[in-house]
């Protein structure tokens, strides 16, 4: 099993930044992608950005040039850095940790409690 812990959600004024991080334990495979998810009142759940065990990051269109996910393999800790933050960005914001016995075959997908994050305009 693998446990996730995110910290760093809260309020912030549009135009503005928030860190989010998120912490994983347990039984973690060498071969890893950890991302962010959010989900908005009344919407599905969208990806925000993956990101490797190798440092290769996919984002989704909606963040691109304004958000940065990065990962300390050491730590096994995912890190989202939010600028320029919008009243759109407004969800709960979840840590993924896809396990995978080879980069094609994921062998168990994981995920964090939720953090809100709130962008008032």
């Known amino acids: 099993q693998v446990q996730l812990v995110e910290s760093g959600g809260g309020l912030v004024q549009a135009g503005g930044s928030l860190r989010l991080s998120c912490a994983a334990s347990g039984r973690i495979f060498s071969i890893n992608f950890m991302g962010w998810y959010r989900q908005a009142p009344g919407k599905q759940r969208e990806l925000v950005a993956t990101?490797?065990?190798?440092?290769?990051?996919n984002y989704a269109d909606a963040v691109k040039g304004r958000f940065t996910i990065s990962r300390d393999n050491a730590k096994n800790t995912v890190y989202l850095q939010m600028n320029s933050l919008k009243p759109e960005d407004t969800a709960v914001y979840y840590c993924?940790?896809?396990?995978?016995?080879?980069?094609?075959?994921?062998?168990?997908?994981?995920w964090g409690q939720g953090t809100q994050v709130t962008v008032s305009s």
């Open positions: 993924n940790l896809d396990n995978r016995a080879t980069w094609f075959r994921s062998v168990g997908d994981y």
């Open positions: 990101i490797t065990t190798g440092g290769s990051t």
